[in-house]
């Protein structure tokens, strides 16, 4: 038997092989970023799958090389790439460069946060971090607190996880609470009710107004009604950038029924956490400072990479519903500022320090600017699209979505909804663009989510000019 070999651990020794491994990945990443000139270039399932599940795991490559030109062939040559101007799909945004040089250093000393000796100075920059965001959000200073967690869905988790735990401490029994939130909510709060044991219909869905937003004189009815049933409302969510649509709840007029009730006040504001940097919209979250608690995926609208998410929280003392201690980790009497002492996860990545880098190179204004400009990219695309005849726009968002679809007059709702359907279909299949689908009380859409500041309205525009085209030439080959 071969006597095993070490060299590809990250160790001084191995420097030299280190930087030549990094050296051929950044020439690979470069040639890469230079030769991509569109988003996609449309692989359907069936051929991206094969060569990789031909791809014989036990049998080593042997060098750095050969592996990165195999990555290159499975991987991304086809993949998504988010920085380019015509991806307008999903909430992924492109990167800042300062995130990317932390990730270097992250991956290499690998630092886990959830304990002081495995982080040391990491630990307080966390910290400092959760503090200087939730000051943003206007929580009061010596109570608030926070965690960074892997994204919206688990900080979402952790929030009706504090609100449940307050609610039982008052005593009320689990299949009392309830939870409310939008009918256009993240599916995730539903989700959340099911995973902490309180079934499906302990999530009530609360109608919008003709803008998107929560109706919160339905709120106020579903509430007085919960309340007359025997049951207890333990939460209500409001949504700060709807998926869908971009809209923000009234958040002052929750806030108002949240203390009528005495309800936990939750924000999901993975979307629109980002108006917390801007220089021109962050008036669009004012009420959030009176939440329990927000979300705020910086992996969105703070331009960081994946994963980058915080469950802030106004009052720390919430924080003991998510506590568990082990001798062997983190025990109770331990002196040390230990981070899993308030987390879901146990061993988790030091994501704080790509919003600290970023910060400290660009600063909240730098940052915010970035998200300004997407909010006034979509804006301007929302109404040229307005003017136009065969195109049919949902209301203006007030963040960066803009919900349309083709249209004409002679088709009734189910082929519209296939129509639109192939557009999007054939958009990927070209490489051109990447738009997203949904669905507006039924009806097939297509959306437009703008996080890229780059991103021109031409550009946009031309995405539009290639729906209609398309819309066009179905219809004539329909005759």
Known sequence: MTAPSFDQLFHPDNAGRYTTAMTDGLRLLLEQLARIDRPVTGLSPEVAAKPVLDVDLDRPLGDTSAALAEIRELWLDDTVYFHDTKYAAHLNCPVVIPALVAELFMAAINTSMDTFDQSVGGTFMERHLIDWTAARAGYPEGLRDGIFTSGGSQSNLQALLLARGEAQLRGVPLEKLRFFTSADCHF?????????????????????DGSRRMDVDELERMLADCVADGLVPAAVVATAGTTDFGV???????????????????????????????????????????????????????????????????????????????????????????????????????????????????????????FDAAIDLAREVHDRLALMPDIETIARSQLSTVVFRYTNAALDEETLGELNRRIRSELWSSGRAVVAATKVDGRQFLKFTLLNPLATPEEILDIVEDVRALGRAVMEVAR
């Open 248 to 370: 923000i709840d009234p958040l002052d007029r929750i806030a108002n029924a949240c203390s009528r009730y005495g309800a936990w006040f939750h924000i999901d504001a993975a979307y629109g956490g980002g108006l917390l940097a801007s220089p021109r919209y962050r008036h669009l979250l004012d009420g959030i400072e009176r939440s329990d608690s927000v979300t705020i995926d910086f992996h969105k609208s703070w331009y960081q990479p994946v994963s980058s998410s915080a469950l802030i929280v106004r009052d720390l003392a919430s924080m003991q519903h998510a506590s568990w201690y082990a001798d062997y980790l983190n025990p109770k009497e331990s002196e040390n500022p230990n981070q899993v002492d308030k987390s879901l996860q146990t061993t988790r990545r030091f994501d704080a320090v790509k919003l600290w880098m970023t910060l400290r190179v660009m600063g909240p204004d730098g940052l915010g600017a970035c």
């Open 188 to 208: 995730s709060i539903a989700k959340s009710a099911r995973l902490l044991g309180m079934g499906d219909a302990a999530a009530v869905a609360v109608p919008t």
